[in-house]
């Protein structure tokens, strides 16, 4: 019931192989595709238009709550409307569509699934049982232009109920009005194929004074559910533990004989997810005392105790900085925690023999600031959690120290420091920092770290990792996906090779389009680098991923005109490249057989590419890579030589055409190339007249 979820997660290892193209018919229903034209190819389709925006079923988890344990009023017992209104709104009249405003922390993400839901229970109540049910998903917003956002891509399939958050992206439209009544008009349009749409946005970002057409669709949210009941009914009807709801009522007697034990863990200012959090602490819980207060400990994330640390610390910088250190080097040696300690507060010169001796032994220390040492090493994590409320303590309660902690932070990662072994821990403090606080500093810090003297692999493989995780957080990750626009740009090759490297990640899914423009500016990079390389890797990764092909190829078709010649000349040789994964390769030349429009933007592709002498060499391996599949049968083989002799008729002479065709001094063929020459029909070297007609 939040309006945000985020955690750290780590790169997800690679997708496996698609399957193999099969040679088999293959018979579909096509509806609604008005001015897209469909070819199905080996298993996937190539469309005439651009994709609808990706979409993902909304979890099961979610859909059971808004079913089975919604609560209808708030904390003064008055019924709390919004959902009621924004389901009338889809059901009515007028657009399927309903705009759901207010501020973070009233649950309007469940409003609007509860809306939904809803909605299509009223659409569907005379289906006959075990009809298909309608299907609810999310839309991601990945838009080329997130200032002037292509209503047009949304999807509107029969059927189905749709969830856009826009809470992150509404301030940055360049003409809201504009944009708003196009929604409006794709509400029209889903109307007419029973579907329905509901937006999520902040309290002021919608223009509903610009009209009465966008009044209509609007629903203020100004309250929420009572917290108490939202916990007690998520005990009962979530966690069937009828006897530990009542805990959370301070009149009850039951339950244990811990009726009420934990009443004083909720109050009337809580959000709905703090009150669903607090509920599945408690059902895990100990049914004891003992284990209500270790649920409380959690549920508070160990405020209390930071609270009383810092405290008992206030005129103690010396202990105050052993637990900034510990927090960050957890697991080190004790000693080695409390000399990055020192460099902290800038005491780098020898400590006097009296300053040695005097005050508690290092291990009292430690536990005065509550971390524990086990035998020579600092362990924090034996409170899970407490390293990141003292972090969080210490950026609200100390704002001077934000610059100078980042700058000890960036000195103690330098190679051959403490921290430079323990960067991935580092970095998932700070990018849980930066997703809390939504601070955007701190991952422009984690930036710095890119080239910092350590370009191994592995070192910018975890940078990714935390740019991955920061760059899809619901509110942070709009600026953070805006600086790896910016990086993309940059000279630096491991900058670049960074910013591939989430582009080939997860996000690719959740943002295609836009980790597509991101590596179109790194595979323009004037010089082939590594960063490149990653980039070609990447963009043929995401192509093999199952949908995701039709988006790629009508991206990368339209850069030429979009004065990214280069760009595109690369991206078209790496996703037809067949060494590491034929799959691209077979679905294009399958597609090619089928439907002239794809035959000819793959001979466009190759006349563009020949033209450049900056791809000659990927352009000569990609034509051995071509012989080879044809060799082994892994493409139609009268295809590919029908498009290489078109390919041929106008450009002969460009060199690795004429390297393919003629070889060349001292460079020695297999024989799936010397076979492939054979098959070729050749014009004259001097003829301007083209000698072949396509079969």
Not at 153 to 182: C, F, K, M, R
Request: with cysteine.
């Amino acid at each position: 019931m939040d309006d945000t979820t985020n955690s750290v997660s780590p790169l997800p290892p690679l997708p496996p192989d698609p399957p193999t193209a099969t040679t088999g018919r293959v018979s579909i229903v096509v509806k609604d595709n008005e001015s897209s034209s469909i070819v199905v190819a080996a298993g996937d389709v190539i469309t005439g238009g651009k994709p609808p925006l990706p979409v993902e079923d909304i979890p099961d988890a979610e859909l059971r709550v808004v079913r089975r344990a919604w609560v209808h009023s708030d904390a003064a017992d008055q019924e709390v409307v919004t959902a009621k209104e924004a389901a009338r709104l889809l059901t009515g009249e007028g657009p399927a569509l309903a705009v759901i405003a207010g501020p973070q922390g009233l649950g309007k993400r469940a409003v609007a699934l509860k809306a939904l839901w809803e909605a299509t229970q009223s659409l569907h109540a005379g289906v006959p049982r075990g009809a298909q049910e309608p299907k609810l998903q999310r839309i991601q917003p990945d838009w080329d232009d997130m200032k002037v956002p292509d209503i047009s891509l949304l999807p509107a399939e029969p059927d189905h109920g749709y969830l856009l958050d826009i809470t992150a992206e509404i301030s940055t439209w360049q003409d809201p009005a504009n944009v708003a009544t196009s929604l409006v008009r794709h509400g029209e349009r889903l109307r007419t194929k029973g579907s329905f749409l509901v937006l999520v946005t902040d309290a002021n970002g919608w223009p509903a004074d610009a009209s009465g057409a966008l009044a209509d669709v609007f629903v203020q949210t100004t309250r929420c559910p009572s917290p108490r009941k939202v916990a007690a009914v998520h005990l009962e009807r979530m966690y069937d533990l009828p006897d530990r709801a009542q805990w959370l009522n301070p009149d009850a007697r039951g339950g244990f004989g811990l009726g009420g034990a934990a009443s004083h863990l909720v109050n009337d200012a809580m959000s709905p997810a703090e009150a669903v959090r607090l509920a599945s602490l408690l059902a895990r819980a100990e049914a004891s005392v003992e284990g209500i207060a270790q649920a409380q400990e959690a549920f508070q994330k160990w405020e209390k105790l930071v609270k009383g640390v810092f405290e008992d610390t206030k005129d103690n910088a010396d202990d105050r900085a052993l637990l900034i250190a510990a927090l960050f080097l957890s697991g080190d040696d004790a000693l080695t925690v409390q000399d990055a300690s020192r460099t902290l507060l800038g005491e780098r010169e020898q400590r006097s023999m009296r300053d040695i001796l005097t005050g508690p032994d290092l291990t009292a220390r430690y536990e005065r600031v509550k971390v524990r040492v086990q035998g020579r090493c600092v362990d924090i994590d034996e409170k899970p959690g407490y390293a990141q409320a003292v972090l969080n303590h210490l950026w609200r309660q100390r704002a001077d120290i934000h610059e100078p902690l980042l700058e000890w932070i960036d000195s103690v990662t330098q190679p051959k420091q403490p921290g430079a072994t323990q960067l991935e821990r580092i970095s998932d403090l700070l990018v849980q920092l930066a997703i809390t606080e939504n601070d955007v500093r701190v991952i422009k810090k984690i930036y710095e770290w890119i080239d910092n003297g350590e370009g191994s692999s592995e070192h910018q493989q975890l940078i990714g990792r935390v740019l991955t995780t920061a760059a899809q957080a619901d509110t942070l990750g709009t600026q953070v996906r805006a600086l790896l626009l910016d990086w993309a740009q940059e000279p630096s090759a491991a900058v670049a090779r960074v910013v591939s490297l989430v582009c080939r990640s997860d996000f690719a899914e959740h943002y295609t389009y836009q980790a597509l423009i991101r590596l179109r500016w790194v595979l323009g990079r004037p010089t082939r680098d590594a960063a490149v390389v990653a980039a070609e890797d990447a963009i043929r990764d995401i192509a093999a991923r199952p949908g995701l092909l039709p988006r790629v190829w009508k991206s990368v078709v339209k850069w030429p005109g979009e004065g990214r010649r280069l760009a595109a000349n690369r991206a078209f040789l790496a996703l037809l490249d067949p060494r590491d994964n034929p799959y691209v390769l077979k679905v294009m030349m399958a597609a090619a057989e089928r439907d002239t429009e794809v035959r000819q933007s793959l001979v466009t592709g190759w006349r563009t590419a020949l033209s450049d002498s900056a791809v000659n060499a990927e352009s000569r391996a990609l034509l051995i890579g071509w012989a080879r599949a044809w060799a082994g049968q892994e493409v139609p083989q009268e295809v590919l030589v029908d498009l290489l002799n078109e390919v041929i008729e106008q450009h002969l002479l460009a060199t690795p055409i004429a390297a393919l065709v003629y070889g060349e001094p001292g460079v020695g063929y297999d024989q799936s190339v010397i076979d492939l020459r054979m098959q070729l029909r050749l014009p004259s070297p001097l003829s301007h007249v083209p000698t072949h007609e396509p079969r």
